[in-house]
């Protein structure tokens, strides 16, 4: 099998079925079509075993939340080992873990041994697999096509889990209804194990040593992606609209069995059919955006399918004819679709390699988080209020939401290169015994701007600036010399030397755009004067005073 993008020649004009040139890829899709089938037959088996043994609203809507707390838990931890630790290995754990389970909560209902807190309980733990699963096994689409296909790529890969919600819950439906639900997780457990073999026949090239520099410990990596998202404004404008999306649209997925089995006094079948239409309708939805998607930006499809929820929620509420629902189900899987990948998209279009499983596990954190309180908080307010008023207060949340589209529009990013800039050089090194762990270090750059200049040289510093402290800097600004007004200098400050090294790998070819602008502005005979301070080396052999006292005395 290809094992990389570089398997095949660059398309020159990219359709939706592109991607499917790429042959992992495609390997990977189908595997992932029926690890989906058999994740979605779980869900409406789990979700209608809860409705049969409790009569409890919020333990049923509590199942959307054992789902989704753990990736609020463990998302962060889960992107940040994948961008440390081998993501093909981490799968194989992954998808292994979830399989044990599967066929653990199977036996145990075939058995009669499960209550609902039994259920809640290993729908948890599955949980927690999708949540270290999940950022890996998004980010891995990165590495199996060129970065031209990668929306076509996450859009199929959308059409991937929309495919499982149109067949999954209809399959898992029949085979409650004549069967028992032990039988579906059976076949999950099984699903798991198919997407394994896949997996492990990948042959992922290992990685350069040295390539993003020294290597990271896990908590700094944390930091890291943190760091990342806080100055990024892009980023952060997804993660805001995010979670306003989903903890609106979180009261269709958790009281839609309720709507079923309590308002409209339906079997599970039905329940099955309604996430079929929805399937269906992400499907259609796909095959809508390859055609007429470019004439819309990521922002119109956010707030066209937040209008739609809208009035999914209100159809929910007062609807009370199931064949009214079939087009409003249709309808709301387009709108899904449409609103995931677009948050989807615009996440990986904007995160260079380096930090992509951290930022996209940030992403994952906060939209499922969304799902989590707003399960509870529409679970609470059903079984306080009535499901009427619980999915109309959610309608109304949504739209209080599309507010946001104003000071966080989601930005195009198409034509972003965020491939290593390669040519912001190490510096040279004449001290020697210096460790990654030394530190703090300074870095300043002295700038000759003319009076006139400096007010447009300012603003193109503070672009600068926020890079500076997006790829590890601790404190970042300009200093102006009291005796030569012209002389302006940029410090920044950074831990220790290993995070000042990995500043140089970070440096994209985007960001080096914005430091030539800074540069134009430098009026001096020579290039600027980059001068780099390091507090006295921990491993030298001398004695040596604390470092603060070593900084002040170097700057």
């Known amino acids: 099998m290809a094992s990389s993008s570089s398997s095949a020649e660059l398309p ?12 992992m890829f495609r390997a990977i899709w189908i595997a992932s079509v029926v690890s989906n089938i058999g994740t979605w037959m779980q869900n409406v088996a789990g979700v209608w075993l809860v409705t049969t043994l409790t009569t409890s609203a919020l333990l049923v809507a509590l199942m959307q939340t054992a789902t989704s707390l753990p990736s609020f838990l463990l998302s962060m931890p889960a992107g940040a080992l994948g961008d440390l630790l081998d993501r093909r290995r981490m799968l194989l754990v992954t998808q292994g873990f979830m399989g044990v389970v599967a066929f653990g909560l199977g036996t145990l209902t075939l058995l009669g041994e499960i209550s609902a807190l039994g259920v809640l309980a290993f729908t948890f733990l599955l949980g927690v697999g999708a949540a270290l699963n999940g950022p890996i096994w998004q980010t891995v689409t990165v590495e199996l096509v060129p970065r031209s296909v990668l929306p ?23 085979i ?9 997780f059976l076949l999950n457990g099984f699903s798991f194990v198919g997407t394994w073999l896949v997996v492990y026949r990948w042959r ?17 990596a944390l930091r890291a992606g943190l760091r990342y998202v806080r100055y990024s404004p892009a980023i952060y404008a997804v993660l805001v609209r995010a979670f306003g999306f989903s903890m609106g649209a979180s009261a269709m997925w958790a009281l839609l069995s309720l709507v079923t089995a309590h308002r409209l006094h339906l079997s599970s079948g039905a329940y099955g059919v309604l996430l079929s239409w929805l399937g269906a309708g992400a499907v259609t939805g796909a095959l809508l955006l390859g055609r007429v998607g470019a004439r819309l930006s990521f922002n119109q499809r956010v707030l066209l399918g937040t ?5 999914t929620n209100v159809s929910l509420a007062l609807v009370r004819q199931v064949y009214w629902l079939y087009p ?17 998209t615009s996440v990986q279009l904007h995160v260079p390699k380096w930090v992509q499983a951290r930022v996209v596990s940030i992403y994952m954190l906060v939209f499922q988080a969304g799902l989590a309180l707003g399960s509870v908080v529409w679970g609470e307010l059903a079984d306080r209020l009535n499901l009427e008023a619980a999915l109309l207060l959610a309608a109304g949340w949504l739209l209080l939401s599309l507010l946001l589209a104003w000071p966080f529009p989601l930005r195009p990013a198409e034509d972003r290169d965020l491939a290593p800039a390669g040519h912001w050089p190490i510096p040279n090194v004449t001290t020697s015994g210096i460790d990654p762990d030394d530190g703090p270090v300074v870095v300043m750059v002295e700038y000759q701007v003319p009076a006139a200049d ?22 970042a600004g300009v200093f102006a010399d009291v005796s030569r007004p012209e002389c302006l200098t940029e410090f920044f400050y950074v831990a220790t030397w290993g995070e000042h090294e990995r500043q140089h790998h970070r440096f994209t070819r985007e960001d080096a755009l914005v430091r030539a602008r800074v540069r134009r502005f430098h009026a001096g005979p020579e290039p600027p004067r980059v001068t780099h301070f390091l507090a006295f080396p921990r491993s030298a052999n001398v004695e040596v005073p604390p470092p603060a006292t070593a900084l002040e005395s170097q700057t």
Do not use: C, K
């Open 328 to 344: 409003v189900m249709f309808v709301s899987g387009i709108a899904w679709l449409m609103s995931m990948t677009s948050f989807s």
């Open 307 to 311: 209008l739609v929820f809208v009035g």
């Open 454 to 475: 400096q007010p447009a040289f300012r603003a193109a510093m503070a672009q600068l600036t926020r890079l500076r402290l997006r790829d590890g800097a601790l404190r």
């Open 176 to 184: 409650i209804a004549y069967y028992s639900p032990g039988y579906v």
């Open 204 to 220: 992922r090239p290992a990685e350069e040593a040295g390539r993003h520099g020294p290597g990271e410990n896990f908590t700094g």
């Open 152 to 174: 076509s790529a996450i859009t199929l890969n959308g059409v991937s889990n929309n495919i499982a919600r149109a067949l999954g819950p209809a399959l898992g439906g029949v």
């Open 12 to 23: 020159t004009r990219v359709t939706l079925g592109t991607p499917f040139t790429y042959a």
